[in-house]
């Protein structure tokens, strides 16, 4: 039994610190800063070809589809193998999953791909990010549906 533990009636409780909308807010911003960072450096090479001009592929370019993919890959990965990114590791938060168990691809994929597709996509869908700020266990609209929770590590 872990020290932030609690036996109530004769169950085990978990007292954890859930992160408000501002720690996860900052946690964010400094995740883009890393992004956008790792995306000048892995892109550059591209202002070299085709005499710096876009190269399309229909509706979108080849370095926004690369970018989009270093976006989500960075967000899925990250939360897979440490359960926080840089941000929140900077900030002293980690995403869980409501029953502690470790957290599973099909859990992330929803959370930090299909999730963040569709905030992005649907703008107008980012001010759910704000439910993040009224809720008991601090959870935003992705969390509830992937029953994770973001807490302050230890």
Known sequence: MSEDSVIYQGTQISEQRFAGFWMRFWAYIIDLLV???????????FKFINDGVAIDIGFWTVTGILGGIVFYAYFLLMTKYFGQTIGKMILGIKVIREDEKPLQWSDLFFREVIGRFIYQVFGFLMLLYVIVGFTDEKQ????MICDTRVIFDR
């Open 35 to 45: 992004i956008v960072s790792v995306n000048g450096i892995l892109l550059s090479p």
């Open 140 to 143: 935003g609209l992705h969390d």
